[in-house]
T-cell receptor
Framework: QKEVEQDPGPLSVPEGAIVSLNCTYS??????FMWYRQYSRKGPELLMY????GNKEDGRFTAQVDKSSKYISLFIRDSQPSDSATYLC??????????FGTGTRLTIIP | NAGVTQTPKFQVLKTGQSMTLQCAQD?????MYWYRQDPGMGLRLIYY???????DKGEVPNGYNVSRLNKREFSLRLESAAPSQTSVYFC??????????FGEGSWLTVV
């Protein structure tokens, strides 16, 4: 079993829809949780970073962490075609090494 | 804002050839990393360097060597390339380990 599980998709939704992306993890020692966005043939870029359980909002993006269920989510409101990308969850123990999910490919249909 | 710069962007190698991927960052970060990304496998850490003069193995170090030349530069060397090393390679850096910044990637094909 992988430490971090992420549905690879692909996921296609119409423009304006709410998107929900999810990851589960097995190691309860993970403390920091991140979401990266990766456009085709580009490097990943940090989108959201959270530490505690609960929600963190940044514009149209909301990151949610449920440590009791070992489950994290990224919600995208009013989705736009420019949101089409692969979304990677990542987490660590507070040290240098990140463990990544395999990524979910998202397409927003105009 | 250059950020993390890696070269070359594309490379085709024959089995057994050697090559070095170069990486430089201009953000004065202490930590630098090399990842590979393969379909269905996600990003996997090859080596990382927490500070100048130190390097540590990651999840998939076999077949690779690294050099932290100075604070800015971190190179990845394939001594004898194998087809299994066909991948996309990303260099990254961070000041605090949780906010990691990636380069644009290097596409390597070993035939």
């Amino acid at each position: 079993q992988k430490e971090v599980e992420q549905d690879p998709g692909p996921l296609s939704v119409p423009e304006g829809a709410i998107v929900s992306l999810n990851c589960t993890y097995s190691n309860s020692a993970f403390q920091y949780f991140m979401w990266y966005r990766q456009y085709s043939r580009k490097g990943p870029e940090l989108l959201m970073y959270t530490y505690s359980s609960g929600n963190k909002e940044d514009g149209r993006f909301t990151a949610q962490v449920d440590k009791s269920s070992k489950y994290i989510s990224l919600f995208i409101r009013d989705s736009q075609p420019s949101d089409s990308a692969t979304y990677l969850c990542a987490m660590n123990f507070g040290n240098e090494k990140l463990t990544f999910g395999t990524g979910t490919r998202l397409t927003i249909i105009p | 804002n250059a950020g993390v710069t890696q070269t070359p962007k594309f490379q085709v190698l024959k089995t057994g050839q050697s090559m070095t991927l170069q990486c430089a960052q201009d953000m004065n970060h202490n930590s630098m990393y090399w990842y590979r990304q393969d379909p269905g496998m996600g990003l996997r850490l090859i080596y990382y360097s927490a500070s100048e003069g130190t390097t540590d193995k990651g999840e998939v170090p076999n077949g690779y060597n690294v050099s932290r030349l100075n604070k800015r530069e971190f190179s990845l060397r394939l001594e004898s390339a194998a087809p299994s090393q066909t991948s996309v390679y990303f260099c990254a850096s961070s000041f605090l380990g949780n906010t990691i910044y990636f380069g644009e990637g290097s596409w390597l094909t070993v035939v």
